[in-house]
């Protein structure tokens, strides 16, 4: 009698974790618990059974901008107990302390690269697994826990962030009342509109660098999110060249000084400053109008990184127009909307550090 109650017991928790097609679905047969679950379709079409969201306590996040975006929820019964410990490099810490405390205790070690080890993973004891790609999805193939992929493969940066957002509160349900991040970007369009009608002189020409070794430079053309937010914030990319990945192409000196853009933007890699200071041996950015100008400037590091779309990305739009023409919004005024934002968003009150080692990851602000 034992021994058939413990074989239908494990044979109903077996039938949870059948899955068909990405899709965790109940077996005909199995215990009646389906009205409990739900279904939530991640961003790559994938439906996944779920239970409620107050039954989600413990999450792994393989992609390292979900950390801080999740954290931005700031939810109370639900933590994450793994993640990739990119997510704590391209991040300000000093935000990240204010809104996820934690972060230097949440185990990393499960992960060699973006791939899981398995029995690792499973001690952590999961009850849902975010990721972005199936990339992030080695070593999950067996695993009886809810993947959902937040992997859109869209290069705007609004869409991508929206929606980002929106299948978090699916999947988390949060009781807060802020408004969605839709509104946000409306917000943020809006004012944006209205701040480059006001520029002097005509479109300036820009270029993000997504990545500088010193041997290899890499910027970001068509069809890359740099693209769209210079686009966005009133530039044309000089880098007008193909991008299918959004990962960067790779140029030359000689490219750049026939690009001769106004403004650079450096998503990752060699500090701006040191463009500015002629400190990358064998490469002489002299030349170029933008470091003539001074016009060289990192990607600020808020919940994210802001080359990217993040959760702060209705700001980077804005932080981009100031930038690029400071004739339309000072530093001042930035500063007084980001403040509101955070306020608003996260429930954070920034002072003059947070926002300057936001706006300045290396500590390299003009004085």
Known sequence: MKKSMVTAGCCALAALFITVGGWQAPVAGAADTTDAFRTVTDLQGNRVRLPPAKDLHRVVIIAPPLVSWFASFRLPHTEIVGANSIAFVDVNTKLLDHILPQWRSIPTGFLTGFRSNTEELLRLKPDVILVYGNFQKEGLEAVPIP?????????????????????????????????????????????????????????????????????????????????????????????????????????????????????????????????????????????????????????????????????????????????AYPEVMGEVDFADLMKAYYARRYGIALNEELIETTLYPHGNKKK
């Open 147 to 323: 993947v959902l992929d937040f992997y859109l493969g869209n290069h705007d940066n609004e869409v991508a962030s929206v929606a980002r957002t929106k299948l978090m509160r699916e999947i988390f349900a949060p009781a807060d009342s802020v408004s969605d991040l839709q509104h946000e970007w409306d917000q943020a369009k809006k004012q944006a509109s209205e701040l480059l009608a006001k520029r002097n002189g005509p479109r300036k020409k820009g270029m993000m660098i997504s990545s500088n070794t010193g041997d290899t430079i890499m910027v970001l053309g068509l069809h890359s999110c740099g693209d769209d937010w210079l686009k966005k914030s009133g530039l044309s990319n000089v880098a007008n060249v193909p991008d299918s990945q959004g990962a960067g192409r790779e140029i030359t000196m000689e490219q750049l000084y026939a690009w001769n853009p106004d403004i650079i933007y450096v998503f990752r890699g060699i500090p701006a400053a040191d463009y500015l200071k002629g400190n990358i041996a064998g490469q002489d950015w002299r030349p170029i109008k933008a470091v003539r100008n001074g016009a060289v400037y990192d990607m600020p590091l808020g919940l994210a990184n802001w080359g990217a779309p993040n959760p702060d990305s209705p700001l980077t739009l804005l932080w981009m127009i100031g930038t």
